[in-house]
């Protein structure tokens, strides 16, 4: 039997190369979880303690390409800690464009006070905007009820269940807008997936295809969500959209044929992420 952390953390990113972009990472965030400990206390005590048996089953599941956050049921997003299910998305690190976007518009003495998540999920989008806007009230809408639950479930655990609320709402239904009201803020991640698309499998066998895939050419949810806008927003309100990275042209237009200026934002690894709807000036 092997005697601290060290040679267990070997074998297992040994395990994980191929298989994994960030083998060491994964290896260490699943052993934290198996031992209930954090991970820079796990690795503090690296050398006291053991890795306990159902580390190997945890592994086991990761070289099958099931992601670590569905392991572990955690995923890390803005300053928020997660939880998460295979009924939502994993939220990832580009998907935080969206907050950037919005606090760079509007600015230290104009903060939204009506915020809606078109397709929250696992509700990141909507707690992380309240985190970052502290004055707002917002709802997240999505058609999946497992996913509104666990959006629910993270803005108890993490206290904002007094300014959050989760609907069910499915837009690809008629009035699907009716009672809404209108918003400062509106972010959207929506399915943005061409149906042909060869994803890995670490996504297509395991994240929900219902919040990935959107038609031939990826568009259908935009070209439903994007004429919605004027039901949606306030005057002066303003949208930000997640995109593909082919996506910037096509979106854009739909936001001209439904009367809004745009700009498109890039993330940090230069590709182009987010599109801005807005009746102001254009940029």
């Not at 390409?65 to 009924?87: K, N, S």
């Not at 976007?101 to 915020?115: L, Q, R, S, T, Y």
């Not at 997936?193 to 060869?198: C, G, Q, R």
Request: hydrophobic share 45%.
């Amino acid at each position: 039997m092997m005697t601290g952390l060290a040679p267990v953390l070997r074998e297992a990113t040994a395990a994980l190369e191929g298989i994994s972009p960030t083998p060491r990472l994964d290896a260490e965030l699943l052993l934290a979880h198996a031992l209930g400990m954090d991970r820079s206390a796990m690795l503090l005590r690296q050398h006291d303690i053991n890795a306990p048996d159902s580390y190997a089953g945890l592994l086991a599941r990761r070289m099958a390409d099931e992601p670590v956050a569905y392991i572990t049921g955690v995923q890390a997003f803005w300053d928020l800690e997660l939880c998460v299910t295979p009924d939502v998305l994993i939220p990832r690190s580009d998907s935080e464009t969206l907050l950037e976007a919005a606090v760079d518009w509007f600015g230290e003495d104009n903060a939204p006070m009506h915020i809606a998540d078109l397709g929250t999920g696992s509700g990141a989008l909507l707690l992380a905007a309240l985190s970052i806007f502290p004055d707002a009230v917002g709802i997240g809408l999505d058609a999946s009820a497992g996913a509104l639950a666990v959006a629910s479930d993270n803005a108890q655990r993490l206290r904002f269940t007094d300014r959050a609320q989760f609907e069910r709402r499915d837009w690809t239904k008629a009035d699907w807008t009716e009672g809404l009201g209108r918003f400062d803020l509106i972010l959207c991640n929506p399915p943005y997936i061409e149906d042909a698309a060869a994803l890995a499998p670490m996504v297509s066998d395991h994240e929900p295809h219902n919040a990935l895939f959107a038609g031939a050419d990826g568009l259908n949810d935009y070209r439903i969500l994007i004429p919605s806008l004027p039901h949606l927003l306030h005057a002066g309100g303003v949208a930000f959209f997640e995109i593909g990275y082919n996506q910037a042209d096509s979106v854009r237009a739909l936001g001209a044929e439904a009367g809004y200026l745009t700009e498109l934002r890039h993330d940090l690894a230069g590709n182009p992420r987010v599109i801005r709807f807005s009746l102001g000036i254009e940029e």
